[in-house]
T-cell receptor, first 112, second 116 residues
Framework: RKEVEQDPGPFNVPEGATVAFNCTYS??????FFWYRQDCRKEPKLLMS???SGNEDGRFTAQLNRASQYISLLIRDSKLSDSATYLC?????????????FGTGTRLAVRP | GAVVSQHPSRVICKSGTSVKIECRSL??????MFWYRQFPKKSLMLMAT?????????EQGVEKDKFLINHASLTLSTLTVTSAHPEDSSFYIC????????????FGPGTRLLVL
């Protein structure tokens, strides 16, 4: 089983739709979780950290489910500009320091 | 936010030459820098982790003599691809984390390497 797994998509949604992505991780001792956004031929950019209590930033909501070992990202009222690949990242072990393991990414395409 | 720069953004070189890529943290001290490579439509693959003043830790399968990493200061790390071959053509991205941005990695804009 991969350390971090994501559905590659693509998710094709109309503008205004709500879309959710999940990301599963295999190591139950994982400490930190993040969502990054990567545009085509660009570097990943931090979208948000994922906290145990869940967190929200505008149209974006991230949640952590430790029991089932997954994190989720919910995007409400999708915009055309949300089209990108969304990468989840997990710090798998406390001893690994700041090392992150990335999923392969989920591609989102928002259509007019 | 934390800013990381990378230079050059793009390089084309002949097979057999060496290429050096610089990664700088501009507004924070990066105690740790990471080097990744990414093939088209694939995920980031961590190559190595470097801490300032010490030898880099390479991931399994990454040749340390081919990909030389130097982290000479808290704001600069370099990756040198030695004797580059066409199969080394890829998108190389660095990231940095440090005291101010603990646990979170901020990425440089990447370097696109094409080896002819």
């Amino acid at each position: 089983r991969k350390e971090v797994e994501q559905d590659p998509g693509p998710f094709n949604v109309p503008e205004g739709a709500t879309v959710a992505f999940n990301c599963t991780y295999s190591n139950s001792a994982s400490q930190s979780f993040f969502w990054y956004r990567q545009d085509c031929r660009k570097e990943p950019k931090l979208l948000m950290s994922v906290y145990s209590s869940g967190n929200e930033d505008g149209r974006f909501t991230a949640q952590l489910n430790r029991a089932s070992q997954y994190i989720s990202l919910l995007i409400r009222d999708s915009k055309l500009s949300d089209s990108a690949t969304y990468l989840c990242a997990v710090n798998p072990r406390e001893s690994s320091g700041d090392k992150l393991t990335f999923g392969t990414g989920t591609r989102l395409a928002v259509r007019p | 936010g934390a800013v990381v720069s990378q230079h050059p953004s793009r390089v084309i070189c002949k097979s057999g030459t060496s290429v050096k890529i610089e990664c700088r943290s501009l507004d924070f001290q990066a105690t740790t820098m990471f080097w990744y490579r990414q093939f088209p439509k694939k995920s980031l693959m961590l190559m190595a982790t470097s801490n300032e003043g010490s030898k880099a830790t390479y991931e399994q399968g990454v040749e340390k003599d081919k990909f030389l990493i130097n982290h000479a200061s808290l704001t600069l790390s370099t990756l040198t691809v030695t004797s580059a071959h066409p199969e080394d053509s890829s998108f190389y991205i660095c990231s940095a984390s440090g005291e101010r941005v603990q646990e979170t990695q901020y990425f440089g804009p990447g370097t696109r390497l094409l080896v002819l």
